[in-house]
T-cell receptor, first 113, second 115 residues
């Protein structure tokens, strides 16, 4: 699986936007970029995914660099409930495992009141 | 919103004993997964299951582990002879298709403590 690199931790203030970066310089053309998060004492939760174009949903936005070597998860107005570990995961269409999610250490987001 | 439910939330078992962790996936989902997370470590894939057979398994999923879908609603993970190192959070997940656009929906886990 192609590797992703995320900062270990980030801090934000409540009601401010948060930009969570992810580097994936070895991404292949068939890799989708997925984001999950894990709130304290809960299972992982799907946030958003994309391939080439930027994506928006009710939880967040995903901005994908033109060369696809990096992406940014954007939380438009952080709330205390957004405090979690955020995982950037690549999923390969083209020949790697089609089943599993491979989690890294992710970014621990702290939201200050 | 439909959710994956897991029982029990906490299981304490003596080393060497068998344990069964239970999951009820989302009702129209076809693909089922188990992951585990040892305290302070990454979430690790164990196994995926589709059409009543294992689709993929990791190196962790050795002969001590088995999965079963005994009826139309439950999905279980059995550990035959537990070891101390099996202590972890075990998460069940399901998805409605294998397609890589489809998210996996996770339960809140069972904390397994081996004494």
């Amino acid at each position: 699986d192609a590797k992703t690199t995320q900062p270990n931790s980030m801090e934000s203030n409540e009601e401010e936007p948060v930009h969570l970066p992810c580097n994936h310089s070895t991404i292949s053309g068939t890799d989708y970029i997925h984001w999950y998060r894990q709130l304290p004492s809960q299972g992982p939760e799907y946030v958003i995914h994309g391939l080439t174009s930027n994506v928006n949903n009710r939880m967040a936005s995903l901005a994908i660099a033109e060369d696809r070597k990096s992406s940014t998860l954007i939380l438009h107005r952080a709330t205390l409930r957004d405090a979690a570990v955020y995982y950037c995961i690549l999923r390969d269409v083209g020949g790697g495992s089609n089943y599993k999610l491979t989690f890294g250490k992710g970014t621990l987001l702290t939201v200050n009141p | 919103e439909p959710e994956v439910t897991q029982t029990p939330s906490h299981q304490v078992t003596q080393m060497g004993q068998e344990v069964i962790l239970r999951c009820v996936p989302i009702s129209n989902h076809l693909y089922f997964y188990w992951y585990r997370q040892i305290l302070g470590q990454k979430v690790e894939f164990l196994v995926s299951f589709y059409n009543n057979e294992i689709s993929e398994k990791s190196e962790i999923f050795d002969d001590q582990f088995s999965v079963e879908r005994p009826d139309g609603s439950n999905f279980t993970l059995k550990i035959r002879s537990t070891k101390l190192e099996d202590s972890a959070m075990y998460f069940c997940a399901s998805s409605d298709t294998q397609g890589l656009n489809q998210p996996q929906h996770f339960g809140d886990g069972t904390r397994l403590s081996i004494l």
